[in-house]
């Protein structure tokens, strides 16, 4: 499968490593550790869902969910800030 293949696969809530990659390529260095922590789930919810391929849906959402997706943006920034 090539990486074309590969982008463009669908993407769920418990992708979390995928949607996390995906929130640091948007933003950037925008959001450090401190306030990646501290974005409301509500926003977050908003920004998964405007992912390209994204396809789950709000219902499916939970808070453990969040909370990966959160320690996995923390982890995407910290490789490419240190």
Known sequence: MSFK?????????????DIAMALYER????????KIYRIRFTDLIEWVMEIPHFEG????????????????????WRDNNS
């Open 57 to 76: 849906r709000r219902d499916d959402c939970s808070e453990a969910h969040l909370e990966q997706i959160q320690a996995k943006w923390v982890y995407e």
């Open 27 to 34: 933003f950037g260095s925008q959001f450090n550790e401190s």
């Open 5 to 17: 293949e590969i982008e463009n696969l669908p993407i769920f809530w418990a992708d979390h490593e």
